[in-house]
């Protein structure tokens, strides 16, 4: 499964490396969005009301996944950013509206209070969308504060532990898939889980094909199902969006052969 993420502007996240309002173009946006899915091996998008809503008057989803992005309160740089409120779909609203699922980011931070609420609120989704049938995609990132910043454990016990914790939300993880990043020791990682996993993009960095091969190496791991990237496919450094998707759709393909 090849998605592309496209909710980061509803916690007000508008930026890439060394251009921090690369997001606020909304037709620019739209337009890389409808680039990326034109290439056949894009199954979708994963996105919030707004978005798909455009997406589909556009008329660019017909025969695709739309997974939508459920919690987005925890504003990119509030001091409340880690208590992550649902402020967009419901399981209920996704399943009205005919959708293939919902998405929830969950931000650990073992200091902040904050996190607990999301936890809840998390589990409460998983439990929610399973009863109707539906993905709950969970996409627990392990972080901790330095000064008034949030930064993002990429060690392996860090990831391992938030891949343990996602799993065990809610009633069954019957209906549960994880969103991670791409680890520098993917088995050690990938191994915490059975449950279907799917790599996430992340913030983008100063070579696309770095970030690419990246990808590449969990792939490769029995639960990996696919790809979710928004930003380093929609801005590429070099422009060309696609390019940058069908580079990251040969990998993947590479990826469930071996």
């Not at 606020?24 to 680039?35: D, G, P, Q, T």
């Not at 919902?102 to 999301?118: E, F, H, Q, S």
């Not at 790599?199 to 960095?205: F, I, R, S």
């Not at 928004?230 to 990251?248: F, K, N, S």
Request: charged residues 20%; aromatic residues 4%.
């Amino acid at each position: 499964m090849f998605l592309v993420a496209a909710d980061h502007t509803a916690r007000g996240a508008m930026g890439i490396p060394g251009d921090p309002n690369a997001m606020v173009n909304r037709r620019s946006l739209l337009e890389r969005l409808l680039i990326a899915l034109e290439n056949p091996a894009v199954d979708g998008v994963l996105g919030t009301p707004d978005v798909v809503e455009e997406l589909l008057l556009l008329g660019a989803l017909q025969n695709k996944i739309v997974i939508g992005s459920m919690n987005r309160g925890g504003l990119a740089g509030a001091d409340w950013e880690i208590d992550d409120r649902f402020t967009a779909y419901s399981a209920s609203a996704i399943a009205d509206l005919g959708l293939d699922g919902g998405k929830m980011l969950l931000r650990i931070v073992d200091n902040d209070a904050g996190t607990v609420p999301t936890l809840q609120a998390c589990a409460d989704a998983v439990t929610a969308l399973a009863a109707k049938g539906l993905m709950a995609m969970v996409e627990p990132l392990p972080y901790r504060r330095v000064g008034d910043k949030l930064q993002l454990l990429k060690d392996g016990p860090s990831l391992a532990r938030a891949t343990t914790v996602a799993s065990s939300l809610g009633e069954t993880s019957a209906y549960t898939w994880l969103k991670l990043p791409a680890p520098e020791d993917p088995d050690f990682v990938l191994d915490a889980t059975t449950l279907p996993t799917v790599v996430l993009g992340g913030v983008p960095g100063p070579s696309v094909e770095e970030d690419i091969a990246s990808w590449g190496r969990s792939l490769r791991h029995p639960v990996v199902r696919g790809l979710v990237v928004g930003r380093a496919l929609l801005y590429p450094p070099d422009g060309d969006v696609a390019g940058a998707v069908e580079a990251a759709a040969k990998v993947l393909r590479e990826g469930v052969k071996a």
